[in-house]
Nanobody, 115 residues
Framework: QVQLVESGGGLVQSGGSLRLSCEAS????????MGWYRQAPEKQREWVAS???????RYSDSLKGRFTISRDNAKNMIYLQMTNLKPEDTALYYC?????????WGQGTQVTVSS
């Protein structure tokens, strides 16, 4: 099994920044793909960004430029640096881990951007 724990969410003013973290633990495989998704109230969950081991980040076109995903393989962690946040970025942000065996979601961390 793989477990995920997200952190770093909170309340921030429009134009501000936040850094989300996600730590994976358990039966971690070296060839994995981890990423961030978000779900705003009454909207479908949408993909934000992903990053594989030893690879560069991939981004939703609408968010590229403001969000940066990174990972620390030694710590089994990924991060999402969010800048110039907007009220429409308000959502529950989920971490996701996938490999050949597992597809796991975290519990989510709330990001609220006030205008």
């Amino acid at each position: 099994q793989v477990q995920l724990v997200e952190s770093g969410g909170g309340l921030v003013q429009s134009g501000g920044s936040l850094r989300l973290s996600c730590e994976a633990s358990g039966n971690i495989r070296s060839n994995n793909d981890m990423g961030w998704y978000r779900q705003a109230p009454e909207k479908q969950r949408e993909w934000v960004a992903s990053i594989k081991s030893g690879d560069i980040g991939r981004y939703s076109d609408s968010l590229k430029g403001r969000f940066t995903i990174s990972r620390d393989n030694a710590k089994n962690m990924i991060y999402l640096q969010m800048t110039n946040l907007k009220p429409e970025d308000t959502a529950l942000y989920y971490c996701r881990y996938s490999d050949d065996w597992y597809n796991v979601w975290g519990q989510g961390t709330q990001v609220t951007v006030s205008s």
